[in-house]
Structure formats: structure tokens, C-alpha cells
């Protein structure tokens, strides 16, 4: 079983930046994509941005040109730098990983527990 921790969340002031990380722990298969999602009081979740293991990134229209998502395999590990914060992006922020195992249709999704993010106007 795979597990996902996140780090980095906490309160900001608006502009301010702040830097998220998930390191997996357990077995990740060599197709996979990790990523975030984050959810707002009230509204559904949503992808903020994920990378695949061969390195192509993919960003909600929102975050284009504020946050970048980079990752490290051999820690297994995503990131998500957060610049030019909006009180917008105030939600909780949820460490996302998708694999496929081989020879077993289907992905295999894992969430972290989640870490909030506050923008203060």
C-alpha cells in the first residue's frame, strides 16, 4: 500500500509564497502521475496541478504562471511551488499519486490526508 505525507502548508499573506511537499512511501509502479488537488469550504475538488513520471505537467487555468510543480523519483517525492498567492487559493491542499501495476487493468489512486493553506487578504 502506498502512503502519502504532505508538508508546507500554513498561513500566508496575499503574494506571499509557500512551498508544499509529498513524499510516497510503499511501492509505486514505473507508469504513474502525482499531483494536487485542492478543495475550498463549499466547492468540489479540484486539480491544481500534476506531473507524470516522464516529467510532463499539467496546470488548473487558475495557477498557470503562479504555481510549479516539479517532483523527484529516487525520493519519491512531488512539490508544488506557490507563488503570488490569491485569497482564492485559500483550501486544503491534497497530495494526489495514480499508478497502473502491470499486468492489472485500471489505475490505482492514493490520497494524503491533506494540508490547509490559508491566504489572508
Known amino acids: 500500500q502506498v502512503q502519502l505525507v504532505e508538508s508546507g502548508g500554513g498561513l500566508v499573506q496575499t503574494g506571499g509564497s509557500l512551498n508544499l511537499s509529498c513524499v510516497a512511501s510503499?511501492?509505486?509502479?514505473?507508469?504513474?502521475?502525482m499531483g494536487w488537488y485542492r478543495q475550498a469550504p463549499g466547492k468540489q475538488r479540484e486539480l491544481v496541478a500534476s506531473?507524470?513520471?516522464?516529467?510532463?505537467?499539467n496546470y488548473a487555468d487558475s495557477v498557470k504562471g503562479r504555481f510549479s510543480i516539479s517532483r523527484d523519483n529516487a525520493k519519491k517525492t512531488v512539490y508544488l511551488q506557490m507563488n503570488s498567492l490569491e485569497y482564492e487559493d485559500t483550501a486544503v491542499y491534497y497530495c494526489?499519486?495514480?499508478?497502473?501495476?502491470?499486468?492489472?487493468?485500471?489505475?490505482?489512486?492514493?490520497w494524503g490526508q491533506g494540508t490547509q493553506v490559508t491566504v489572508s487578504s
Open positions: 494526489y499519486l495514480g499508478d497502473v501495476e502491470p499486468g492489472v487493468p485500471g489505475v490505482r489512486e492514493f
Open positions: 506531473v507524470t513520471s516522464g516529467g510532463s505537467a
Open positions: 510503499g511501492i509505486i509502479f514505473g507508469i504513474n502521475a
